[in-house]
Nanobody, 124 residues
């Protein structure tokens, strides 16, 4: 089992940047595919980005491609989401998720563990 704790959210003006972090417990972190999801007020949770076990393979939602970068540090049990050129539409609670099975996926149901989330608010 793995526990996930997100941090790094906050209030930022449009065009600004934030670096979100996710700290994972456990000794088998490198065996998990990791993802970031977000849930805006009144909307369903949606996929943002994922990174494979080694960190070489990444996938992004079209809405954040070119602006967000996901990365991981297996030695430190950390996953990061670098968010740049933020827009008010990026306002949401951002969740870190871990998937035991091999292969990246955009579906919520495919992820086994979730953090509590960190709030990102982008003002116009």
């Amino acid at each position: 089992q793995v526990q996930l704790v997100e941090s790094g959210g906050g209030l930022v003006q449009a065009g600004g940047s934030l670096r979100l972090s996710c700290a994972a417990s456990g000794r088998t972190f490198s065996s998990y595919t990791m993802g970031w999801f977000r849930q805006a007020p009144g909307k369903e949770r949606e996929f943002v980005a994922s990174v494979g076990r080694s960190g070489r393979h990444t996938n992004y939602a079209d809405s954040v491609k070119g602006r967000f970068t996901i990365s991981r540090d297996n030695a430190e049990n950390m996953v990061y989401l670098e968010t740049n050129n933020l827009e008010p539409e990026d306002t949401a609670v951002y969740y870190c998720a871990a998937r035991r099975s091999l292969g990246e996926t955009v579906y919520i149901r495919d992820y086994d563990y979730w953090g509590q989330g960190t709030l990102v608010t982008v003002s116009s």
